[in-house]
T-cell receptor, first 111, second 112 residues
Framework: QKEVEQDPGPLSVPEGAIVSLNCTYSNSAFQYFMWYRQYSRKGPELLMYTYSSGNKEDGRFTAQVDKSSKYISLFIRDSQPSDSATYLC???????????FGAGTRLAVHP | DAGVTQSPTHLIKTRGQQVTLRCSPKSGHDTVSWYQQALGQGPQFIFQYYEEEERQRGNFPDRFSGHQFPNYSSELNVNALLLGDSALYLCASSLTGDNEQFFGPGTRLTVL
C-alpha cells in the first residue's frame, strides 16, 4: 500500500465548476499537508500548506485536512481554464522531513 | 528575488555514463532536497542536504550521490546511468525547521 493515494484522473470540468481533489494517507503520524500545482513539463508550485486538521482558504482555493479519517482535500471554486494542470498532494512527518507525494490528479477545465 | 534555479534544463546521456545536475536555492534558504519524478508519477525523495551534510536519504542506490556547497547550492550526481533513471529531477529548497519546500523547474534527464 502506498503511503499517499491519489486518483490520477483525468478530471474534466466546465469553466466555473467547483472542483474537488482528494488524497488519503496511511500514516497517522503525518502532520504537515501540502498541495502543489504542476503545469506540463514544469516544476511543482506550492499552492496550500497546512498543519494538522482543519481548513485553510486562499482566494478560490480551500484545503481541508481530516486526520481522523486520514483524508485531505483541495477545493477550487469558479474554476478557470488556467487551472488546468496536475495537482499533487504531499505530506510529511515533521518540520524538516522529506515530502511524500501522491501520484497527482490531472485536471482539465474547458471553456 | 530569484526562486530555485536548476541547470541544465535538458540532458541526454547513454547507459553507463555519469551525470551532474545543479541547483541554487531560493534566497535565504539553507536546505536543499532532491526528488526524482518519473512520467505520470509524483516526485520521489532522493536525499536532503543541510550544512553541507546529507541529513536524510530516500530509497535510492549509492549510484545517487550529492553535495552541498558553503553558499547552499547543491549538486546531484548519478553514476552508471540506467534506462530507468530517465526522469525529471527536481530540486526543492527550504529554511531548516520549515516544511514549506519550493521547487525549481527541474532537469529532464533522458538515458538512451
Amino acid at each position: 500500500q502506498k503511503e499517499v493515494e491519489q486518483d490520477p484522473g483525468p478530471l474534466s470540468v466546465p469553466e466555473g465548476a467547483i472542483v474537488s481533489l482528494n488524497c488519503t494517507y496511511s500514516n497517522s503520524a503525518f502532520q504537515y499537508f501540502m498541495w502543489y500545482r504542476q503545469y506540463s513539463r514544469k516544476g511543482p508550485e506550492l499552492l496550500m500548506y497546512t498543519y494538522s486538521s482543519g481548513n485553510k482558504e486562499d482566494g478560490r482555493f480551500t484545503a481541508q485536512v481530516d486526520k481522523s479519517s486520514k483524508y485531505i482535500s483541495l477545493f477550487i471554486r469558479d474554476s478557470q481554464p488556467s487551472d488546468s494542470a496536475t495537482y499533487l498532494c504531499a505530506t510529511s512527518l515533521s518540520g524538516y522531513n522529506k515530502l511524500i507525494f501522491g501520484a497527482g490528479t490531472r485536471l482539465a477545465v474547458h471553456p | 528575488d530569484a526562486g530555485v534555479t536548476q541547470s541544465p534544463t535538458h540532458l541526454i546521456k547513454t547507459r553507463g555514463q555519469q551525470v551532474t545536475l545543479r541547483c541554487s536555492p531560493k534566497s535565504g534558504h539553507d536546505t536543499v532536497s532532491w526528488y526524482q519524478q518519473a512520467l505520470g508519477q509524483g516526485p520521489q525523495f532522493i536525499f536532503q542536504y543541510y550544512e553541507e551534510e546529507e541529513r536524510q536519504r530516500g530509497n535510492f542506490p549509492d549510484r545517487f550521490s550529492g553535495h552541498q556547497f558553503p553558499n547552499y547550492s547543491s549538486e546531484l550526481n548519478v553514476n552508471a546511468l540506467l534506462l530507468g533513471d530517465s526522469a525529471l529531477y527536481l530540486c526543492a529548497s527550504s529554511l531548516t525547521g520549515d516544511n514549506e519546500q519550493f521547487f525549481g523547474p527541474g532537469t529532464r534527464l533522458t538515458v538512451l
